[in-house]
């Protein structure tokens, strides 16, 4: 099972929106309504922001929100502040043989 | 509240074995629906999951690792043990425990993790 796939980085300026995606396939992403995201500052433990393809945790701002279409999830971080700046992890199930299969990562910058 | 703790050896020698334990607290793992999961990040690279087990004591793993791992529980220590043998280099890695959740296919609480270096 391959690494879903990420752009390595993203940015914007303060305020801005930046939406990362999250290609997959009909065996993961497009075929289960299981995609989550994780943000990672560095030297941290991940944190969930996404789940179940766009819902939010309680205690998430609502400034970050999740889609799909078809094979590709996306996460879009609306209004952004410093805090922001991190790694982002998605995740999807992937079939009862191979649970889950993350995303090769994104790095956001706050410009 | 949920809090999650890994422990074991940050440095190990090629072709040894690995023992990873996840101390726990805040869910009991014989209750219907939990699981415990161990993910692992080599240092500036992607996650990847490794393992996982349920209450009901069914496990899964990674295919491309799965000759390798063990991973089990013990209920009555709040405890879950990852067992890797033949460890080498490309092994180094931050390993993770993180809490999936009640029934759910996400990990909503995550340990601090603990890197692990092996050395050749």
């Known amino acids: 099972q391959s690494a879903l796939t990420q752009p390595p980085s993203a940015s914007g300026s303060p305020g801005q929106s930046v939406t990362i995606s999250c290609t997959g396939t009909?065996?993961?992403?497009?075929?289960?309504?299981?995609v989550s995201w994780y943000q990672q500052h560095p030297g941290k433990a991940p944190k969930l922001m996404i789940y179940e393809v766009n819902k939010r945790p309680s205690g998430v701002p609502d400034r970050f929100s999740g889609s799909r279409s078809g094979n590709t999830a996306s996460l879009t971080v609306s209004g952004l502040q410093a805090e922001d700046e991190a790694d982002y992890f998605c995740?999807?199930?992937?079939?009862?043989?191979?649970?889950?299969?993350f995303g090769t990562g994104t790095k956001v910058t706050v410009l | 509240q949920i809090t999650l703790k890994e422990s074991g050896p940050t440095l190990v020698k090629s072709t040894q074995t690995l023992t990873l334990t996840c101390t726990f607290s805040?869910?009991?793992?014989?209750?219907?629906?939990?699981?415990v999961g161990w993910i692992r990040q080599p240092p500036g690279k992607a996650l990847e999951w490794l393992a996982l087990i349920y209450w009901d004591d069914d496990k899964r793993y990674s295919p491309a690792l799965k000759s390798r791992f063990t991973i089990t529980k013990d209920t009555s220590k709040n405890q879950v043990v990852l067992t890797m043998t033949n460890m080498d280099p490309v092994d180094t890695a931050t390993y993770y425990c993180?809490?999936?959740?009640?029934?759910?296919?996400?990990?909503?609480?995550w340990g601090q993790g603990t890197l692990v270096t092996v050395s050749s």
């Open positions: 009909s065996s993961d992403v497009g075929g289960y309504n299981y």
């Open positions: 995740c999807s199930f992937a079939g009862s043989n191979n649970l889950y299969v």
């Open positions: 993180a809490h999936r959740a009640d029934g759910r296919n996400y990990f909503d609480y």
């Open positions: 805040g869910f009991a793992l014989r209750t219907s629906g939990e699981g």
